[in-house]
T-cell receptor
Framework: GAVVSQHPSWVICKSGTSVKIECRSL??????MFWYRQFPKQSLMLMAT?????????EQGVEKDKFLINHASLTLSTLTVTSAHPEDSSFYIC???????????FGQGTRLTVV | AQSVTQLGSHVSVSEGALVLLRCNYSSSVPPYLFWYVQYPNQGLQLLLKYTTGATLVKGINGFEAEFKKSETSFHLTKPSAHMSDAAEYFC???????????FGPGTSLSVIP
């Protein structure tokens, strides 16, 4: 199956700093990428959808200026958590889909801890 | 709006026993349906999917699921549980291939030796 690589798998940062998470589709062109946030023992919450070359579409309640999403190429999307605070600590997961494909392929996730 | 419900946030089964994880969806049109498994601190792995055709779908690790349109259900089963099946399981629905995936709340499966 198609492979999506997410990096880093875990990161610890100081409050007030910014953190960038990368999501790469290794063997297919990802025309659409999704970013999710997952709290412990909970389901995935969709944060935003990004299409290559277009601005991301954010879900209601997600701060665009805090969670910057860039999908500059067909194989790479990045999520930058700006001015991170402890409440941003969470598990972030990306997924990618090719044009017209029903199945989404998931990255391994990134555990973000803000101290 | 679409939604997915999973009856039972936590299910425990004995090793070797039948696994049944329930999933019901609401959708105005027959959707695409998925089951994903998540191990601790990892991403999601696709177990199986229904798009069109045969309503009984077989997936990896001995799992299968049946799409029942009349019941709007897509329950996941496995005849004999293994210790390695202990994980979180998510049912998901997609209305069209250009839509976003909607996840259920998840069911945590424990397997008792």
């Amino acid at each position: 199956g198609a492979v999506v690589s997410q990096h880093p798998s875990w990161v610890i940062c100081k409050s007030g700093t910014s953190v960038k998470i990368e999501c790469r589709s290794l063997d297919f062109q990802a025309t659409t990428m999704f970013w999710y946030r997952q709290f412990p023992k909970q389901s995935l919450m969709l944060m935003a959808t990004s299409n290559e070359g277009s601005k991301a579409t954010y879900e209601q309640g997600v701060e665009k200026d805090k969670f910057l999403i860039n999908h500059a190429s067909l194989t790479l999307s990045t999520l930058t958590v700006t001015s991170a605070h402890p409440e941003d600590s969470s598990f972030y997961i990306c997924s990618a889909r090719w044009r017209g494909g029903a199945e989404a392929f998931f990255g391994q996730g990134t555990r973000l801890t803000v101290v | 709006a679409q939604s997915v419900t999973q009856l039972g946030s936590h299910v425990s089964v004995s090793e070797g026993a039948l696994v049944l994880l329930r999933c019901n969806y609401s959708s105005s049109v027959p959707p695409y349906l998925f089951w994903y498994v998540q191990y601790p601190n990892q991403g999601l792995q696709l177990l199986l999917k229904y798009t069109t055709g045969a309503t009984l779908v077989k997936g990896i690790n001995g799992f299968e699921a049946e799409f029942k349109k009349s019941e709007t259900s897509f329950h996941l089963t496995k005849p004999s549980a293994h210790m390695s099946d202990a994980a979180e399981y998510f049912c998901a629905v997609l209305k069209t291939s250009y839509d976003k995936v909607i996840f259920g709340p998840g069911t945590s499966l424990s397997v008792i030796p």
